[in-house]
């Protein structure tokens, strides 16, 4: 998460997201032996992706960074309609 500028507190904070949006991450499960998530939320203005995973002690945050253009845009269509958009 250094390498991306986000801080763990940061990260965690998109779960706080009224409506955070949330998909698997393709392939994740056969190449990492576990389903990663990809979750998208705004904390103090900035919008954020998260991938993590769900272990036995809860929630791991495996990755942080800023969200592109492309995260962004699929963030504002899932406020709009409620889940992803393909």
Do not use: N
Not at 27 to 56: D, K, P, Q
Not at 69 to 80: F, L, N, P
């Amino acid at each position: 998460m250094r390498k991306h500028g986000v801080s763990f507190h940061d990260a965690v904070r998109v779960f706080d997201d009224d409506l955070y949006p949330e998909d698997d991450v393709p392939g994740s499960l056969a190449e990492h032996g576990e389903v990663r998530v990809r979750t998208i939320g705004v904390f103090e203005g900035h919008v954020l992706l998260v991938i993590s995973t769900e272990t036995e002690k809860g929630t791991r945050i495996i990755s942080a960074r800023p969200a592109t253009r492309y995260d962004v845009r699929r963030y504002e269509q899932a406020r709009r309609k409620g889940p992803w958009p393909d």
